[in-house]
């Protein structure tokens, strides 16, 4: 499947009333990150961004484990 916009991201999370801070907390991720990821300030390219970026469906790619 393609990769997912930011919007698209947040009109996922917000029907199931899942905030970018519980969305972190449950997939370990900073959730500075996770907010600058969706709204632009951050590309995902690598390390912990690129992580976040494959796990919320806005970049193609994989996580190691």
């Not at 393609?2 to 919007?7: C, E, K, S």
């Not at 992580?51 to 190691?64: H, M, N, Y």
Request: hydrophobic share 30%; charged share 30%.
């Amino acid at each position: 499947p393609a990769p997912l916009t930011p919007d698209q991201v947040r009109e996922q999370l917000d029907p199931q009333g899942v905030s970018i801070a519980d969305y972190s907390r449950k997939h370990r991720l900073n959730k500075n990150l996770v907010s600058d990821l969706l709204n632009g300030r951050k590309k995902g390219k690598r390390g912990e961004a690129h992580r976040a970026a494959v796990l919320l469906g806005i970049k193609e790619g994989t996580v190691a484990q």
